[in-house]
């Protein structure tokens, strides 16, 4: 402990008295220094913990000595209560130099209940918070074992106003909050609840995740539903799941030559009439289309991430390649928008160009190809 109080607190020095120990000297917060002296007797544990400052510190304290004093007596180790110290000179002194926090002492006017607040949920919930203790990132733990964030965003009318809640989900989290008798251990609780909700959504992605090839999302968010999964020969099959229901045929959208995926489609069309509700998306869609996906191999995955025709990368800024000759001794890949300049680069008469379609030779092979109009 003492290795990381000097690395915290390096102006504070520790001291042994035939009465007990303590710590003595400044601690630094912002542009200010505090001097203090922080003394536990030998035998007394933490309750005992005696908190002496300067009128300085006595002065930026003014009307919170009882929520110091709280921490003091809970804290279970005296390196975390300096560090809550810190923080709470730091909101204090962040308010009076702000123009954009709370005005009036507003937004200190609801620290002890927001501290309280925390001590009930447990300070190793708390991922972050930021200097004026106005935002928060909660951390929660589901049944499978994945971390998710709850960020919460208070405003001076806490707690008759509710958190303003972000979250990294497939739907949007909107907590039932009844004014001053909610708390953030009710929130919290709602917000596991609401995780649960996607458990078996999680499941169906991630045995793509493991099993199959998947093109996008390339770091896949736990609010991302669907998959780009690649069926080779330079097609693919985007399945967009529903979080209600997940194990139902997702909404399917194939991707690559007519030759290729014109079967698959007709194959989906007349099986889903034998989709079995009880078994994964990844089994059915395997079963009904009458098909192996790729395994995610090293290998495999460069040979399916095949460059553009035109520009040789593979990853632009609004996308991968998604548009392929239908010539099966081609089915070279482009990107919509490099194959669309190309056509247009053409000399008249060998294009074509309707409202939303453009058409004419392919590039490598000179078999016509016909895109739609990028966005």
């Not at 303590?22 to 220094?33: A, H, N, P, R, T």
């Not at 990294?168 to 009844?178: G, I, Y």
């Not at 090839?213 to 968010?221: D, L, Q």
């Not at 390649?321 to 060998?350: F, I, M, R, T």
């Amino acid at each position: 402990m003492a290795t990381s109080m000097h690395s915290l607190f390096p102006l504070l020095m520790p001291l042994d008295t035939p009465e007990g120990s303590s710590y003595d000297g400044y601690m630094q917060v912002k542009d200010k220094e505090f001097r203090l002296r922080l003394e536990y007797p030998k035998n007394g544990g933490l309750q005992h913990l005696r908190l002496y400052g300067d009128w300085q510190l006595h002065h930026q304290l003014q009307g919170y000595e009882d929520l110091v004093k709280r921490r003091l007596q809970s804290v279970p180790d005296i390196t975390t209560f300096l560090v809550e110290l810190q923080n709470i000179l730091q909101s204090i002194i962040s308010s009076e130099e702000s123009q954009d926090t709370f005005a009036d002492g507003e937004q200190l006017a609801i620290l002890p209940k927001v501290m309280k607040d925390i001590d009930e949920v447990g300070w190793h919930r708390v991922a972050y918070v930021d200097s004026n203790f106005c935002k928060f990132h909660f951390t929660c733990v589901d049944s499978a074992g994945r971390e998710h964030i709850l960020q919460a965003d208070i405003s001076s009318k806490f707690p008759e106003e509710p958190p303003d809640c972000s979250v990294d989900l497939p739907q949007s989290f909107v907590p039932q909050w009844s004014n001053k008798q909610s708390t953030f251990k009710d929130l919290l609780r709602q917000f596991e609840e609401f995780i649960a909700r996607f458990d078996d959504l999680w499941v169906q992605l991630e045995e793509f995740d493991k099993k199959t090839i998947v093109i996008e999302p390339e770091k896949a968010r736990k609010s991302d539903i669907y998959r780009r999964v690649a069926i080779g020969n330079n097609a693919s099959v985007q399945m967009t799941l529903d979080p209600s229901h997940p194990r139902m045929c997702p909404e399917c959208r194939f991707l690559g030559a007519d030759h290729v995926v014109t079967p698959l489609k007709k194959k989906l069309n007349t099986g889903i009439v034998s989709w079995d509700n009880s078994a994964t998306v990844l089994t059915n869609m395997e079963r009904v289309l009458e098909i192996k996906f790729p395994e995610p191999t090293t290998e495999a995955k460069q040979e399916m991430s095949g460059e553009c025709g035109i520009c040789y990368t593979y990853r632009l800024e609004f996308g991968i390649p998604d548009a392929v000759c239908d010539n099966s001794q081609c089915s070279k890949p482009y990107h919509q928008s490099c194959l669309y300049e190309w056509l247009q680069s053409l000399p008249s008469g060998s294009n074509k160009f309707g409202f939303n379609k453009a058409s004419g030779e392919c590039p490598y092979c000179g078999v016509q190809i016909t895109i739609q109009k990028p966005d």
